[in-house]
């Protein structure tokens, strides 16, 4: 057991009698999609401070190109997407959660549409795509395929448009303040104010996923799973960690950092190939191309490991001469980049980790375990994906949660006293003696692990010995305190990681995205949510019903 991990509350030292202070009545950690529509929504009633540890447009949502799911078309209906997004879910989502959030999807985007933003159209109608495990047309996209930068230009001029709202960019959230439990705000770092004290009523976490835990990831340099671990080290109940979806098609070119080919070039008629232009989909589901991420994901991997092979590849050479470019400009851009003729040549494709499906256990309004913290976005565990997540409905539940989570924090924000003086709060670690680390080489070491390990495929010996080297690391990477953001990623990563490692060894099944290949069916006695949280012995692991509170904390 990690006991060095478990034993540490923050990762930074600070006095607070020496650090500059901030106080708002809601603290929004966070500027993607969840993130700024909770602070718009906040607003309506209450200050609201949102820090980011990047350029306020950096985010998973900016590159979101595919679009918003939102049941639209005729014949389709919410009680439809409501059935595909509990049919992918595989048992572990919460109906309740689901319903509320397909129900809300029509009015997100009209909401959005009167904000300003402009979806691309067919006639005066939305024009619907399709993407794996949707049985209808009913996905929304802007410009062909920047649906996330539509949304986020939108909503980043909302924000502007209201004096409560204030944005600290380039600010790294380090840690949560707690105070008897209660989350009262974060320790952040700028490089150039240094460590500063924000203090809140209410804090809202919406750092988003954790990909670029994985050497191969779709995920941009922000989504390094900060939130997640930062959320574990205050005591937070992560849920469900080991489900974490793979991205079934990235372009697998040396340079194109595994840039995303969004899952409408198959729902247009994208086809998967090897080099000789064979198709193998239908081999393994009779949706071929049209399956749910997690299957094509597995059966391009199993592929990949039959013929010994680096990548597969996506056709669209039958599409009308013109016609990739217009629907998918900027896939089209990107792969001619590269030289990449989509008209004549084949996409060079391969899957890499795309969401995480788990994350912080929340209840209907971004509430969690701890008292004056909401999460929302992907960051949080809603009941809303179960154990995978249907495509296009993460940019919904960030929306819809969003909101949710903002309308709380305000209410919170009302009937509670406002901190308005800096409670004393310190945390000071000595030095440790031991030796300088190279961290770098620790985090291109955990990331390797990670994607041979703990990716689309596992093993309980893998995982036993993933476990293991990363507890070893953590020994003499947890005793330190470091003074730089991307020494703290690292330290994240590696309690990301830890978590993943765990939950999936715990998870003796395969269901959903995670698939143990010494348990390769679904045990109905797993059909209940793995709950993990730090104890001083490192990560106490329980198991809750679906739909069911976290058990209690050990005391
Ligand atoms: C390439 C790509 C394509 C996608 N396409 C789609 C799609 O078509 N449809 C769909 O529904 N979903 C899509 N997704 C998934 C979806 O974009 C994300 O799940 C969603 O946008 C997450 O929103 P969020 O607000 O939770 O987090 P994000 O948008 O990732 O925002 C997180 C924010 O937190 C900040 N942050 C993180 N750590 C810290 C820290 N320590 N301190 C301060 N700030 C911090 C980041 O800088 C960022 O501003 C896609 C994802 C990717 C990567």
């Not at 949560?176 to 320790?187: H, K, N, Q, S």
């Not at 009308?320 to 470019?325: H, V």
């Not at 003499?476 to 994240?492: E, G, H, I, L, R």
């Not at 765990?502 to 143990?516: K, L, M, Y």
Request: glycine share 10%; charged share 25%; proline share 4%.
């Amino acid at each position: 057991m990690s006991t060095a991990l478990g034993r540490r509350r923050y990762l930074s030292n600070f006095e607070h009698h020496r650090l500059p202070h901030l106080f708002s009545d809601v603290l929004v950690l966070g500027s993607g999609v969840a993130g700024l529509r909770a602070a718009i929504e906040a607003a309506e009633h209450c200050d609201v401070l949102i820090v980011t540890k990047d350029d306020v447009r950096q985010s998973a949502t900016a590159y979101a190109q595919g679009g918003i799911a939102a049941a639209s078309g005729g014949g389709d209906s919410p009680d439809d997407h409501a059935h595909d997004t509990i049919a992918t879910a595989g048992g572990l989502a919460r109906e309740d959660v689901v319903r509320g959030v397909v129900a809300a999807a029509a009015e997100c985007v009209r909401e959005l549409s009167d904000w300003g933003a402009r979806f691309d159209l067919e006639g005066d109608k939305p024009a619907l795509g399709r993407e794996g495990g949707h049985g209808a047309n009913r996905i929304i996209h802007a410009h062909g395929d920047a649906t996330g930068r539509e949304i986020t230009r939108v909503l980043l001029e909302r924000v502007a448009a209201n004096p409560r709202v204030r944005i600290f960019e380039n600010c790294f959230v380090i840690d949560l303040l707690t105070l008897d439990g209660i989350v009262v705000g974060a320790v952040t770092f700028h490089p150039k104010y240094g460590h500063q004290m924000f203090w809140a009523t209410t804090t809202l976490l919406a750092t988003g996923g954790a990909g670029r835990v994985y050497r191969e990831s779709t995920n941009p340099a922000v989504a390094t799973g900060d939130g997640l671990a930062i959320a574990f080290r205050a005591g937070a109940v992560l849920r469900d960690m080991e489900m974490v979806q793979f991205h079934p098609t990235t372009l697998y070119v040396a340079g194109a950092a595994r840039a995303l080919i969004s899952e409408a070039v198959r729902g247009e008629g994208g086809q998967l190939c090897h080099r000789d232009g064979q198709r193998f989909m239908s081999e393994y589901d009779e949706r071929a191309e049209l399956a749910p991420r997690d299957i094509v994901s597995r059966a391009i991997a199993s592929e990949l490991k039959r013929h010994r092979i680096p990548n597969v590849y996506l056709d669209v050479r039958h599409f009308e001469p013109g016609q990739f470019a217009r629907r998918f400009p900027t896939l089209d851009r990107l792969c001619r980049d590269f030289d990449i003729d989509p008209e004549r040549d084949l996409i060079p494709v391969r899957p890499s980790a795309h969401y995480m499906v788990g994350g912080v256990t929340s209840d209907l309004d971004g509430g969690t375990n701890l008292e004056g913290l909401l999460v929302a976005g992907e960051v949080a565990s809603t009941g809303l994906h179960g154990a995978n997540r249907l495509a296009s409905n993460s940019l919904l539940e960030g929306l819809v949660f969003g909101r949710r989570a903002g309308a709380r924090a305000a209410e919170r924000a009302a009937s509670n006293h406002r901190i308005d003086r800096p409670p004393a709060l310190s945390h000071l670690l000595p030095a440790s003696p031991r030796t300088a680390l190279d961290l770098s080489d620790v985090l291109n070491s955990l990331r390797s692990l990670v994607s041979r390990n703990l990716a689309i495929e596992r093993s309980g010996d893998r995982l036993r010995e993933t476990i293991e080297i990363i507890e070893f690391w953590t020994r003499y990477v947890m005793d330190k305190v470091f003074d730089d953001p991307s020494a703290w990623q690292t330290q994240n990563a590696l309690t990301v990681a830890l978590c993943i490692a765990t939950a999936a060894a715990t998870r003796c099944e395969s269901r959903g995205v995670h698939f143990r290949s010494d348990y390769p069916n679904s045990d109905p006695n797993w059909r209940c949510h793995v709950d993990l949280r730090r104890s001083d012995n490192g990560i106490q692991v329980s198991t809750t019903p679906v739909g069911g509170e976290p058990a209690a904390a050990e005391t």
